[in-house]
């Protein structure tokens, strides 16, 4: 099943998440605002520490704000905590309307591991510490980063709930789940957002897509920009990037949120003019025939 539509116009530019918090389809996610291997080079994906010289970072974040950015994605494992300050340093006292973003439950042994801890303890102390980084008392959106299989889901989501209830946690969401993951985590607490790597190129969590846009849940899908071999020169993507004069990472995330009301693409960047195209791709209005055009392209 799919949620393309046959619609001709540009998609909705807002979305209620959680119900109450009204922001703008197209937000900023922050990993890429890190240096990347920790050694000033900015190579390789392991995102281990913040840049020596954040200048040009928190230019960017204020860059974002100033163009009606208003849902800025981060994680407690992100450069070890740094991107969250970094974050604070840019945008705090935060704009009203500006909502934050954070993840817990990763942690990083060494600048190539990634591991799941979902220990109810653990995942409350670094709420903590998010807190703190972020300048808030409570914060708008807390995904748990990854599920922990050594702890029951019940008890994971149960330690966010019980924050929740404290006022510390506003909305809870889930990255990389399945759908009777998600499912389970529903019977312990409302879930708000849902982050899967989702893009043109790779839809394999198209059930949790077609479930959340049902059930009014957020859906961000990280790496959108993802395109593969589908933006090679003669592809769908490409022939239609050159016909409405802009890029084929613009199309990408028009693709994107013409996909169901409730995507919300978190595209990051470390340049200004990328940023704003970005963010423009709001505007793009991709018609039925260029829908079944890149749909036709692409294998589910």
Known sequence: MTTTTAATNRPADFFPLGGDLTVRRIGFGTMR??????????????IWR???????????????????????????????GESEELVATALH?????????TKVG?????????????????????????????????IDLLHLHRLDPAYRIADQIGA?????????????????????????????????AVQNHYNVSARQHQPVLDYTSAAGIAFIPFFPLGTG?????????????AELHVSTAEVALAWLLHQAPNTLPIPGTTSVAHLERNVAASHIALSAEHLQRIGATIEV
Do not use: C, F, M
């Open 33 to 46: 605002l890190t240096d990347s291997t920790g050694d000033g080079t900015a190579s390789g994906a392991q």
């Open 50 to 80: 913040a840049p020596a010289d954040s200048s040009e970072a928190v230019a960017l974040l204020r860059r974002a704000v100033e163009l009606g950015v208003d849902l800025i994605d981060t994680a407690d494992a992100y450069a070890l």
């Open 93 to 101: 006292p935060y704009p009203a309307g500006l909502v934050i973003a």
């Open 106 to 138: 990763n942690v990083r042994p060494t600048p190539t591991e990634w591991v799941p801890l979902g220990h109810p303890a653990y995942l409350k102390q670094q709420v903590e510490l998010s807190l703190r980084r972020l300048r808030v008392e409570t």
């Open 160 to 192: 966010l709930a019980e924050l929740r209830e404290q006022g510390k946690i506003r909305h809870i969401g889930l990255s990389e789940v399945s759908l009777d993951e998600l499912r389970e985590a529903e019977r312990v607490s409302p879930i708000a």
């Open 229 to 241: 071999d589908l933006a090679r020169p003669g592809s769908a993507l490409e022939a239609t990037a």
